[in-house]
């Protein structure tokens, strides 16, 4: 059974960091991109942030260039978001998501939530 696991969230002052982990269990990930997506209240889920598991290229919507950094570690089959510089708009559920580069499943996490006070 694929689980997707997020930790990490919570609240913030604007300015401050986050670090967001996603533990990935029940089958490999090297023929998958991992990545982030967020939804705030009202609004619909976005794209954050996506790595290719097998060579590490990474892809960010144009919001977080520059503040947020993924990265993987393959031997702990986990996905990191290092968040800086957080503003109040980044304010959402964030969640975990695997998806195939082949036909396949699409799998998601739980989430957590991020809230940044102003």
């Known amino acids: 059974q694929v689980q997707l696991v997020e930790s990490g969230g919570g609240l913030v002052q604007a300015g401050g960091s986050l670090r967001l982990s996603c533990a990935a269990s029940g089958r490999t990930f090297s023929s998958y991109a991992m990545g982030w997506f967020r939804q705030a209240p009202g609004k619909e889920r976005e794209f954050v942030a996506a790595?290719?598991?097998?060579?590490?290229?990474?892809y960010y919507t144009d919001s977080v260039k520059g503040r947020f950094t993924i990265s993987r570690d393959a031997a702990k089959n986990t996905l990191y978001l290092q968040m800086n510089s957080l503003k109040p708009e980044d304010t959402a559920v964030y969640y975990c998501n695997a998806d195939p580069l082949l036909p396949g499943r699409r799998y998601w996490g739980q989430g957590t939530q991020v809230t940044v006070s102003s």
């Open positions: 790595i290719i598991w097998s060579d590490s290229t990474t």
